[in-house]
Nanobody, 132 residues
């Protein structure tokens, strides 16, 4: 089975930048069709941030992060990154990496709608804290 391990979280001031990474083990023995990032702030539901398809094509972003965050895959396609710039205090959350081995439509809709998504493999999460 696929196992995801995130790293790269931390604390920054508003306007700063961080890069998160998520490495998948078990790939390609277990297929991954898309990988995404979700986040959950205290007292709020988990929401989609960005998703990218391993087969290529443009990634998708939540409106709240469009233009500030970039998701991209390493060539070997077993590591996905989330480059976060111009961070705001409202970006403070636990960030989770997710992967899907089947169709990616539900994960993509969750990202575009800023909603939650359950049917995926999840990492353990990495904390991002942005101070004003």
């Amino acid at each position: 089975q696929v196992r995801l391990v995130e790293s790269g979280g931390g604390s920054v001031q508003a306007g700063g930048a961080l890069r998160l990474s998520c490495t998948a083990s078990g790939y390609p023995d277990y297929p991954i069709n898309c990988m995404g990032w979700f986040r959950q702030a205290p007292g709020k539901e988990r929401e989609g941030v960005a998703v990218i398809y391993t087969g290529g094509g443009s990634p998708y972003y939540a409106d709240s992060v469009k233009g500030r965050f970039t998701i991209f895959l390493e060539d070997t396609k077993n590591t996905v990154y989330l480059s976060m710039n111009s961070l705001k205090p409202e970006d403070t959350a636990m960030y989770y990496c997710a992967s899907v081995g089947r169709t990616c439509g539900s994960m993509t809709r969750a990202v575009l709608n800023g909603g939650n998504f359950e049917d995926a493999t999840w990492g353990q999460g990495t904390q991002v804290t942005v101070s004003s």
